[in-house]
């Protein structure tokens, strides 16, 4: 039988990238999976990849009206949910120098404020059991340039799980963060000027013990793994994926 047959995932940022492959594995274990991002046309272009058990929702994660949308068609299914992969978020470069109090204010507003009130809305729709998994980055243990706030914000949400997953642990819910290495995603290519992508990624590579970067499915395979009985015995922990780009 399917690893997630009878199972309702929600993926946020289930549109692209990292989002978007592990929405494609968890439908193809068997779960009904609910994917969101910002956009109705993009939404949409991700249930069609994805096929069939797939709901999508338009629902930017730093509001919190569209968040609660997004519980009240989850709750309609009436099967509560069992996982959710909180995962939308991204970033852009800005030097210390360059920083401004409205760039690092949207950082934290998407990545930590949209992170935090995603699963807070989610609450009372999880079941005994539920695994939540926050997506992080080694960012947060590195010292990239000009990454300060985003680096902070991947930082935080490392912080929460360990909180969420004390606070949790009387429902049997378990909290987990994935850390991912550089992956070839539109996140990642989006942060080089245009034209100069590839450049991008064959710095970041170069990075990277293991001489490449990650792929989006390397990703989901961890992230399969923290939602499933497989790590029945983990909570308030990470899983780094990342070549050994943080490790070694
Ligand atoms: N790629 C990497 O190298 C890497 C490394 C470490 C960590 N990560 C983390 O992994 C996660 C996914 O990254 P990715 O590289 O796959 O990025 P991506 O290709 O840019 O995809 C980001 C996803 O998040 C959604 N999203 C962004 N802001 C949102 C918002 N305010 N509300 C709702 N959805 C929003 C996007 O949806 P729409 O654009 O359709 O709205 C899209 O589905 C992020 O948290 C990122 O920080 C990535």
Request: charged fraction near 15%; avoid cysteine.
């Amino acid at each position: 039988m399917a690893q997630f047959s009878g199972k309702t995932v929600l993926v946020t940022g289930g549109t692209s990238g990292i989002g978007l492959a592990t929405a494609q594995r968890f439908a193809a274990e068997g779960a009904h999976v609910v994917v969101t991002g910002r956009t109705q046309g993009r939404v949409d272009a991700a249930v069609a990849a994805i096929g069939d058990g797939a709901t999508g929702v338009a629902a930017d994660v730093t509001d919190s009206a569209a968040l609660d949308r997004l519980a009240g068609v989850i709750g309609a299914h009436a099967r509560g949910l069992d996982v959710i992969f909180a995962n939308a978020g991204g970033g852009e470069f800005a030097t210390l120098e360059d920083e401004t109090p409205e760039h690092l204010s949207d950082t934290f507003n998407r990545n930590v404020g949209g992170t935090v009130f995603t699963v807070q809305k989610m609450l009372p729709l999880l079941n005994e059991g539920a695994s939540i998994i926050l997506a992080g980055s080694t960012a947060a243990t590195r010292g990239v340039p000009a990454f300060g706030a985003y680096a902070a914000s991947k930082a935080a949400i490392r912080s929460l799980s360990r909180t969420w997953a004390a606070e949790l642990v009387g429902r049997r819910i378990r909290v987990n963060t994935v850390v991912p290495g550089p992956v070839e995603t539109p996140g990642l290519k989006g942060l080089a000027p245009s034209g100069q992508e590839q450049d991008l990624l064959d710095g970041e590579a170069a990075t990277v013990p293991m001489g490449r970067i990650g792929r989006p499915d390397e990703i989901a395979s961890a992230v399969l793994f923290l939602a499933s009985d497989q790590s029945s015995f983990m909570t308030g922990s990470e899983i780094y994926v990342d070549g050994g780009s943080g490790q070694v």
